[in-house]
Every structure is written in C-alpha cells, then in structure tokens.
C-alpha cells in the first residue's frame, strides 16, 4: 500500500485554480497563490533560520522526476526528511502550489496529480517552520496539515509518534518508493520493527521490540514515541517514565548538532546527528544508536522473508547494518534489488529429479556460521557430518543441509531469514547442480500479469447469488487507461451529473480477461456480488485493473445487464470506485474496475495497522460525499444496499472508494418494492428491510451510520470479544455513552480523537441520526454531508 503516513492525498474531480504568479518565500510564510515549479533549479521555501527547506527534490536516478520533499537546507549533501510523492514522482515542470483549499500538485498539462488532504479546507498560509515541521493554517490559525503529523521514514527533534504511528521506509537510498520495512508504535505501547507484505501492504511480526506494554498495568504502556532535541529518543510511557531507545551516554546539546532518527531502507533504524557548524570542510552525519542492534541474527517468525529476501544470507558490516548476499549457485531474481529475493541458478527440485533423487547430480557448498532457522522439515539426531550430507544429497525435497552439535537439519526452499553469525557454530551444505547435469532455470521473463505489474493492475471478479441458472459475470477495472484503450463510445442517457466528463467504457472478450487474470489465479476478495480477481491488461500505460467475475445471476439478465453497465458508466466522483469496461460473452459477464492497492477499509479499521483519526474522519466523508452523488446526483437514484467496510475501498492515498454501487438490478432486487429477498449485510441493513414497507435511500443512511460508528471506534459493530457484554453491540453501545455523556469511552486510546472532540462529539450525533429505527427522522446524505463537515448544527439526536 502506499504508505500510511503518504500525507498528500489524491483527488480526481478538483477544478483547477487559475494560474498565480509564484511567490519567493521570505522567513518560512508561504501566502495563497505561491507557487514552485519542477526545474534542476526550482526555487525552494527555506524556514525562517534557514535550517529546513521545503520544494521539489530532483531524482538522481531520473533528473525528470521530482518528489516534494523536506531536506536539511544548510548541509550541502541533500539529506530528505520528508517526501511526499515517492510512489509516483512528478515530471519536470510540475507545479505545486498553495491555493485557498490546500496544498496542490500539478503536472506540466495542468492535470492534477496530488492535492493535500484536507479537502475543504480555508487555508490562509503556509510555513515552513524552523524545527522542520511545514505546516499549512486555516483562517483561524488553527493547523489544517504538518507534515509532522504525517511523517515518512524520518522523525526530528520536537515530532512525536503517537500509538497507532508510522514510519515507512523508502525502498532504496535513493529511490522514494514505497520500502518494505515499518516503524510503529503499537495501540498496545509497544514500539516496534516489521516488515510488510508488499502486496497486502499488511505487517509481518516484529523483528524488534521496545517491551513497552505493561501488560498489567495497561496506563503504564507507552503512549509516546519521541526525539528530544537533544537527541535523546525514547518511548514515554503513561506513568512519565522514560524507557529510553537511544545509547543515553551518547546525548549531545542540540545547539550544535541536526538529529534524526531514520527508518533506512534496509530497515535498521538510525539514531544520527550532524554539527550544526562543522569544523573541518565537510560535516558528517554520525550514528549513535542503530536498532536492532544485529539486525541480521533478530527474531524470526513464521511469516515474511526476514531483512533480506527468500534463499538469501545476511551479514552484517562493520556500520551495523546488513548486506545480503546470495548463496553459491544462487542469483538475485532482481538483479538491481540486492536485497530481494535470490533464486536458484538449476532447476531443483523432485519434479525433475524423480523421488529417488540421485545424490551423484549434486555437489554441497559449505557455508561456516550459516543457517535459515525457520524452514525445518526434518530433525536427525544425533548424526554425524557425513551422514548429515548424504541425507540432503539423496532426498529431492533438500536443498540445504545445516549441521549443529551433532544434529542434522534439513531444509527445503523458499528459506527465509537467512543469515551468517560467528556466533552460530553451524554448517550449511548447500546443494548445488554439478555443471555437468546442469539444466538451467530459465532466465525470468515477467509475464504481463507478473510480479513486476502486480502494483500496476488489478483484476475483479465476482460471484452472483441469485437463482438456479449461473451466469457468469466478470468485473474488471482499469484505472485511467490510455485514451487509444477505450472505446469512445457516448452513452445517451445521461444518468448522473458528470461534471464532465465523457463515459468511455472498454469491451473486453473472456479470453483478454481469463490471460489478464492468469486464468482467474489471483483473487482479492469475495464482494456481495461474487469473487474480485487480481489481473493485468497490457496497456501502454501499464494501468492497474481489478476484474469481478460474477457466477450465478438471476434470469433473464441479460437485457438489463447493458443498461446497468451504462448506468455505473455514467458515474463519476472522486470518492467511487471507477468502471472502466465490461465483458458480455455468451454465459460470462464480467466487470473491469481501477484497481486500488490499498484494499478494503475493513483491513483498516479492524486490522492490526490503524489508521489516524484524521485519516479516518476524511474516508468518513469521502463517502458520505460519494454516497450523497448516487443518491442526489443519478437519475434515477441509485441505491447502493450494501454499505459496509468491506465495500469501502482505500486509494494510494487513503481515500474512500465506494465499490459494488449500482448492481442491486443485477441482483435482482427491486428497490422499489416491498423486498422478500434482503440484499446487504448482517449488522448493516435497515431495520425496514425485515418490514413491508418499499426500500428507499434511507437504508444507506442507516448502513452509513453503522459504519460511521465503526470507523470512530475502529471495531465491528457487533463484536463478541470486547468483555463487557453491554459493549457488544456498538450501535447500542453509542446510544448508551451517548444519553451518559461519556463518548469517550468509545474511543478509548485514541488520543488524537479525545484531543478533538468537538469533531468527535459531532460525529457520534450523525451517526445515531443516521441509524434511527424512524425512517423519517433519519437524515439525507446530503444533510449528514453537511452536519458532518459542520456546516449545519446537530441537535441531539433521540436515544
Ligand atoms: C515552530 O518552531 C518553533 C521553534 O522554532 C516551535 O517552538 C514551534 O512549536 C514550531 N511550531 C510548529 C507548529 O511546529
Ligand atoms: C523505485 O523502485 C521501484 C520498485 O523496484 C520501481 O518500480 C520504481 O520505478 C523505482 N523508481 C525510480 C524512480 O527509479
């Protein structure tokens, strides 16, 4: 995913401001209308004492693209500290500049690659302020952003980590994409170092803990992670104390010195300073503390690859941190990723040897002080060296033997965790082809749907429950194809407001589908609808897709399938998922959507990665804004029915996403009428669908309050697992802190939302408006849109 902590969030449907003359900043205050363009010497706003400037950062890789980032004005080798757009660099003569609304990043055409994420905001000024924090104010000088509050891989002094906090690493020295690696400080007050899975973007265990959770005495946790300016960095537990992270006796005054800590790309984490006023010609940048402090021989888990990639061997040099190397017979399966997974030079394996592998084909490399400790398949105790060996040598599953006092470990591929240590006292005997019965794997050629696209398309498909006659349906998405892709085709009617934009959907054939998808091999999730797979569809764009196969329709469909495609077709809002074509071949139908790599919300507010309060207040609106277009802005309306997280989608920048809209035809449900068959979801539906009564708008009203109250409190709504049985049920338990005056309680440990509780207390009043069993009193969206940016007052709802 792109990262948590990415904090300028995208927006598609923002109308572009006129063009301002750029402004020089003086002493760090940026006025409304300043402007910086992409160039080798753009322009930068420099802070009031000159420490910290703010601006584009050309990439010394590709000078054509820039990332907006932060960086030490004063030392001369450019040290980022913050960055903004590390996935997506902007090409030469970008534009970023500050409007009354926000932060706004363009492309050379005027195309709007980035706006920051308050998205209404009433900007005033903005500041690049001396400790390195660029912060944008409202009209009333309250702070809309700081890029504080949104960190990347980098703390300075005076920024504090919250519970629930990030840091991500970039994926190399000098490549700001998105890295493998976290800092976190967990809800429980543990600080902590992961790695993610890079396509789930979910975390891997810790392979470093801090041990702050006080597991009895739960206030006594750490709520804090912080860097002092004078460099002393610690966790601040909840009874003040200090469990310091930092090697205390190595604290120098900040007068003299720039601190940072950094999450490096190779994730160890680096405590460094820099003088302020170097002596010599050239300062440096000195570390003082590196956590882990052997990153290489930290825990293992179950899960993951460890610091360097699959089958490969960590070492740690003389500066703490690692180098990763493969083993002999071995190559990097990215020969540019030398911390990336290493594959086997032959073909292994019982396939191509035959069960009764023969040991004469092998030789074994001896690897002193060498072991993958996790991947086990077989213990033999005691046995000797030679035995040991000869053991690996005939069985086809062993690739690598490992000898320890007079224990034999045999191993099969992939290893994890790999790593060599004096400590150890292990020998590893790895089991290499002799070049005479050498059959070469063959040289990795990325298929279109390979790894190397996987972030770049996606492929959904789905599966109807409806009758007895299976149709299969697939949906597919694209996200913004190349033109030349598209069918140009207009749709007469005119179904929503479209600000503009022309419907041009794609007809795909099933055999383009089944090739994107791999036959169908990866799947995302399973939607109301049916199963969501993963696909790539070769473009010159290389976009990403997601398509939805949907098995198992109602009868006689087919007529209206065209007429619901092109009623989505005509949607188009920033905050709904995007439709970009559709297949309709004999028995198959299917749908091509954008792919969002971040996932569902689900994962996110029920996950173990939490997302900010003000993250989650800003998906709270996006949907309520998205919601609010189908029901006010589509003729006819169109009634979603099955509002929950899980049809939430997050985009790179952690915008809501609305999905599935528009397919309760397809389902066979008529909205207009009393319902016998329920459409949505256990826990979301409106008490009118058990009713006689027709099914209206309201019923997403009411589903939008669950799930408003979920994404306040980051729980299920009914959750049997809390303790206390009152708390079960959440709508019910709102209602009760509610009339009590104790919505605190709702969001327990979340700081950032107890220090905002005017917004907080507003919040919890829409969301019970929203969930009145009263059809009636329940809001429109549009009015819960209103209540919620507060523009209109919430009277107190009835509970
Ligand atoms: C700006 O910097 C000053 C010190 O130079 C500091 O006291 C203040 O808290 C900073 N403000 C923000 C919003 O970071
Ligand atoms: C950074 O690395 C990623 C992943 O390998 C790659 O996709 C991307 O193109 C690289 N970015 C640049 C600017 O080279």
């Given at each position: 995913m792109a990262s948590i902590f990415q904090p300028l969030l995208s927006a598609y449907l923002l109308l572009l401001l006129p063009l301002v003359v750029a402004q020089s900043s003086a002493g760090g205050d940026i006025g409304v209308g300043s402007s910086i363009e992409a160039t080798p010497d753009a322009k930068q706003w420099v802070s009031l004492s000159g420490d910290f400037a703010f601006g584009f950062h050309q990439l010394e890789n590709n000078n054509d693209l820039f990332i907006l980032a932060i960086w030490y004005y004063k030392v001369p080798s450019r040290t980022v500290v913050w960055y903004a757009n590390g996935d997506k660099p902007a090409p030469t003569r970008s534009k970023i500049e500050l409007t009354d609304r926000g932060l706004v990043l363009t492309d050379p055409k005027g195309q709007m690659i980035r706006r920051s994420e308050f998205a209404t905001g009433d900007v005033s000024i903005a500041r690049m302020n001396d400790t390195g924090n660029f912060v944008v104010y409202g009209?009333?000088?309250?702070?809309?952003?700081e890029s504080f509050g949104n960190p990347t891989d980098t703390l300075l002094p005076t920024q504090v980590m919250e519970r629930g906090g990030v840091l991500s690493s970039r994926h190399k020295e000098r490549n700001f994409s998105k890295g493998r690696f976290q800092f976190r400080l967990l809800p429980n007050g543990n600080a902590v170092l992961n790695t993610i899975n890079?396509?789930?973007n979910l975390s891997y265990f810790a392979?470093?803990?801090?041990?702050?959770?006080?597991?009895?005495?739960?206030?006594?946790?750490?709520f804090q992670v912080r860097l002092d300016q004078d460099g002393s960095f610690y966790v601040l537990r909840g009874n003040n104390q200090r469990d310091s992270?930092?090697?205390?006796?190595d604290v120098v005054p900040s007068v003299d010195y720039y601190h940072r800590v950094t999450l490096n790309f190779d994730g160890v984490l680096t405590v460094s300073r820099y003088p302020k006023n170097p002596t010599g010609r050239n300062g440096n940048w000195s570390v003082s503390t590196t956590i882990p402090d052997n990153i290489c021989t930290s825990r293992v888990e179950k899960y993951g690859s460890g610091t360097c990639g699959y089958n490969s061997i960590c070492t740690l040099k003389s500066d703490k941190r690692p180098k990763c190397n493969c083993p002999p017979g071995y190559s990097l399966s990215d020969a540019n990723d030398e911390y990336g997974n290493c594959r086997a030079d032959f073909v292994q394996g019982c396939e191509t040897d035959g069960i009764t592998s023969r040991g004469d084909l092998y030789d074994l490399v001896e690897l002193q002080n060498t072991d993958w400790p996790t991947v086990d398949y077989e213990v033999i105790s005691p046995c000797t060296v030679n035995d040991c060996k000869a053991y690996c040598l005939q069985d086809c599953l062993c690739i690598v033997a490992m000898y320890k006092k007079g224990e034999c470990f045999k191993k099969t591929p992939p290893l994890p965790y790999g790593r060599q240590d004096v400590q150890m006292n292990t020998i590893a005997f790895v089991k290499v082809r002799k070049a005479e019965f050498s059959q070469k794997n063959p040289p990795i050629t990325p298929p279109p749907y390979g790894k190397r696209f996987r972030n770049s398309l996606t492929i959904l498909i789905s599966v109807f429950l409806g009758s007895s006659v299976l149709v299969n349906f697939v949906l597919v998405g694209v996200l913004?194809?190349?033109?030349?892709?598209?069918?140009?085709r207009k749709i007469k009617r005119n179904h929503c407001n479209k600000n503009g934009i022309q419907s041009s959907l794609r007809y795909f054939n099933y055999n383009e589908l089944e090739e994107a998808t791999n036959g169908f091999e990866e799947e995302l999730g399973r939607g109301s609808f049916g199963i969501v797979y993963k696909g790539v569809i070769k473009t010159d764009s290389e976009d990403p897709i997601e398509i939805a196969k949907l098995d198992r329709v109602v009868q006689d469909i087919d007529r209206e399938f065209r007429t619901e495609v092109n009623v989505i077709a005509q949607t188009h809002h920033r905050n709904l998922v995007k439709l970009l074509g559709y297949c309709d071949e004999g028995e198959y139908r299917m749908l091509v959507y954008e792919y969002l790599s971040n996932g569902t919300l689900a994962s996110f507010l029920f996950g173990d990665l939490k997302l900010s309060w003000s993250q989650r207040t800003q998906i709270a609106m996006g949907i309520a804004r998205g919601l609010c277009y189908l029901h006010e802005e589509c003729s006819p309306q169109i009634i979603h029915c099955d509002i929950k997280p899980q049809n939430i989608l997050l985009d790179d920048y952690y915008e809501a996403r609305i999905s599935d809209f528009g397919l309760s035809k397809l389902l066979g449900t008529n909205q207009s009428f009393t319902n016998t068959a329920i459409r949505g979801t256990k826990g979301y539906v409106a008490p009118e669908w058990f009713k006689t009564v027709p099914v209206t708008v309201k019923v997403d009203v009411y589903s939008f309050g669950v799930l408003l109250l979920e994404i306040i409190c980051c729980r299920r709504n009914v959750a049997m697992d809390v303790g206390e049985e009152e708390k079960a049920i959440l709508t019910d338990w709102a209602c009760d802190c509610f009339s009590e005056d104790a919505i605190d309680a709702l969001v327990e440990n979340d700081a950032e939302a107890l220090s905002d509780k005017v917004k907080l207390e507003r919040f919890v009043m829409v969301a019970l408006w929203c969930i009145q069993e009263d059809i009636s009193l329940r809001p429109t969206m549009k009015k819960v849109l209103l209540m919620l940016e507060g523009i209109i007052l919430v009277p107190a709802p009835p509970v």
């Open positions: 009209s009333s000088s309250e702070r809309l952003w890079m396509e789930s392979y470093y803990f801090s041990a702050t959770s006080d597991q009895a005495n739960s206030s006594n946790s750490g992270l930092s090697a205390e006796d913004c194809l190349g033109s030349s892709f598209l069918y140009h």
